[in-house]
């Protein structure tokens, strides 16, 4: 979203991704099954790939193994957002002024990895927590990655070549934009 693309549809199902991709012109496809590219497809899940070159001006049809299964499980809901350590700030502050001037109660979801609970979600979840509480004024590091690297998920990434991907996915407040749920989508929201 950083990057110029104007929305981003998720879908559950590969075959669904493909099918909305055909129907809407300026359109790539991007997603992953096992960390790998999906055959045929633009781009996979490596947010390297996500240049301003590649996505700038484009709607993106995306799917994945974890993501959009929660994605598609919460679209029903207000105000879903998604958040990593590279916008971590901007997403308390949006929750901290959702919450302030609506009231309204916060419900951290992680993706996890093939429905299981993954050490990098619940750190996140749990510093993202602390700072919406007021605990901490901000992350307690700008650099995650030595602990991604450790985990199952970046140990795999790692043994797929994506070394570099997540290296980038443990920095901290690179971007401000904050992908929203418009109902059938992701945009770009800036505070």
Known sequence: MANGALKVYVFREVEDA???????????????????KIEGFHLGNSPLEFSPES???KYISFTSSNCARIVDSLRDAKNMVLACFLNISSVCNYIKYLSSKFGLDVVLVCAGRYGSPCSEDLL?????????????DKPPTNDFSPFLKLTSSGRNLIKLGFHRDVEYCGAV?????????????????QL
């Open 18 to 36: 493909i099918e909305f991709h055909r129907k809407m012109s300026n359109c790539i496809l991007a997603g992953e099954r096992g960390g790998l």
């Open 55 to 57: 996505v700038s001006g």
């Open 124 to 136: 996140y979840a749990e510093v993202l927590r602390d700072m919406i509480l007021g605990f901490i």
């Open 173 to 189: 407040d690179v971007f401000d934009v904050i992908p929203l749920w418009d109902g059938d989508g992701f945009i770009a929201f």
